[in-house]
């Protein structure tokens, strides 16, 4: 559960953590359309090669990084077994097995050369998404910061009366108390097996089952945090973003800049290179 890479943050001293953090959530959605817009051989591995160079610029620890992608390996493996057994094409790699269903039916499985290029990309996908968001906005911001990104960037929206102060502070907050939650759940798992609690063993019925001596303590925990959270917003006189100063004053300076329109020239190279169709291209 602490490898969840929302909500943290990694002190460091790097170019990415000193950056203006509306250029880093902008940067963020920029990367994740340039993800999408990779569909052969030759994109993909220009975007894996981003994705190492951000790693190697924030300074953070690789280990924790690879540590953030455990939680995804059931979502990878059954991405990857539904592209190979799913996606038909042109070169047959196996011959026809049938597997029985129930009276005449019978399920015919072909694996073709198309369905394993297919499983690979999904998957450098769904990886190269996850490193690029965590190292550019998760790992490198603090949840000050990112409210203040929001609050600015969608500012021009409280001309017609959209409470963005109130959405990016409520934002802020759900990513600050996700690794609170993930820690309190597992004292609350730790003093359930204390007690003789068995999470492991048994069907998947069984598991869902014992989970729910769980849940219910971790809901009274969640909601008295939230009160006690309340509480102390109201005794500092929290009245929303009305006349409220900041400490630090967001200032985009030229590598902020510079770094944006370096993105946006990666993509316009991605879409390009989509183009050229070396290698296999995604259908």
Request: with cysteine; glycine share 6%.
């Amino acid at each position: 559960m602490k490898s969840i890479a929302f909500g943290q943050y990694y002190p460091a001293n790097s170019p990415i953590h000193r950056m203006d953090p509306r250029a880093k959530v902008i940067l963020t959605v920029l990367y994740i359309v340039c993800t999408f817009l990779c569909r052969n051989v030759l994109c993909f591995a220009a975007i894996l090669l981003s994705a190492v160079l951000l790693c190697l610029v924030s300074r953070i620890p690789l280990r924790m990084i690879l540590r953030s992608i455990r939680p995804l390996i059931m979502i990878l493996a059954f991405t990857s077994l539904i592209n190979v057994f799913m996606t038909k094409g042109e070169h047959l790699l196996t011959p026809t097995w049938q597997i029985p269903l129930w009276g005449s039916r019978v399920w015919r499985i072909k694996i073709y050369e198309e369905g394993l290029w297919n499983a690979l990309f999904m998957i450098l996908r769904i990886i190269i998404l996850l490193i690029g968001t965590s190292v550019l906005l998760s790992y490198t911001t603090t949840p000050i910061a990112l409210t203040d990104a929001l609050e600015r960037l969608f500012s021009p929206l409280k001309k017609i009366k959209v409470p963005v102060h109130d959405i990016a502070m409520m934002t802020t907050i759900a990513l600050r108390f996700i690794p609170t939650l993930m820690d309190e759940t597992q004292r609350i798992m730790n003093a359930q097996k204390a007690r003789g609690a068995d999470f492991s063993s048994g069907g998947l019925i069984r598991r869902a089952k014992a989970l729910l001596p769980v849940l219910v303590p971790l809901l009274v925990s969640a909601f008295n945090r939230a009160y006690e959270l309340a509480a102390a917003m109201e005794c500092r006189c929290y009245h929303g973003g009305e006349g409220r100063t900041r400490l630090k004053i967001l200032r985009l300076r030229f590598s902020d800049v510079f770094a944006v329109m370096l993105l946006v020239a990666f993509g316009v190279g991605i879409f390009f290179l989509n183009r050229q169709g070396i290698g296999y291209t995604m259908k």
